[in-house]
Structure formats: C-alpha cells, structure tokens
C-alpha cells in the first residue's frame, strides 16, 4: 500500500552506502514549509506528517532506515 497524506506530492527512495554500511531511506516530498524561520512554517503539521511516516514504516515490516523530507516550495528563506 502505498503512503498517502494531504500534504505529500511524491514518495521515492533512497540509498546511502558509506564504506560498508548501506542505509535505505523513504523520501516525502512535501508542500509543507520546513523551515522554522518561515512564515508559513507549521510545526504541527509537519511533526503530524513524520510521525504518519514513521508509522507507514513500522508497519511495512522493511528494513528502511528512515523518513527524509523534502519541501517542494520555494521561499524557505
């Protein structure tokens, strides 16, 4: 089942490999500002959105190491 919520526009995956360790990682590209100092910065519904993350993995049995978000908006300044 793939991961949904409203502020989601994408999911990809990632691999990072440092010398011998191999770390996967679930990539939410998001609408949300992530940036504190931004106006629109919503802490709640961020902290909402990693938490739904975290649960979607701990139920997919995987072996992904973690979430990444990503915001898709411009202006984080």
């Known amino acids: 089942m793939p991961f ?3 502020n989601v526009s994408l999911v990809s995956f990632s691999v990072e ?3 011998s360790n191999v770390a996967h990682f ?3 590209e998001t609408s949300l500002h992530l940036n504190p100092r931004h ?3 919503d802490e709640e519904a961020v902290r909402s959105l990693i938490e739904a993350a ?3 993995l701990e139920s997919g049995g995987n072996d992904l190491m973690g979430v990444r ?3 898709n908006r ?3 300044s």
């Open 39 to 41: 106006a629109q910065y």
């Open 17 to 19: 490999a440092q010398g």
């Open 4 to 6: 949904k919520n409203a």
């Open 26 to 28: 679930m990539v939410v």
């Open 74 to 76: 411009g202006g984080e």
């Open 69 to 71: 978000l990503v915001s």
């Open 54 to 56: 975290r649960q979607y």
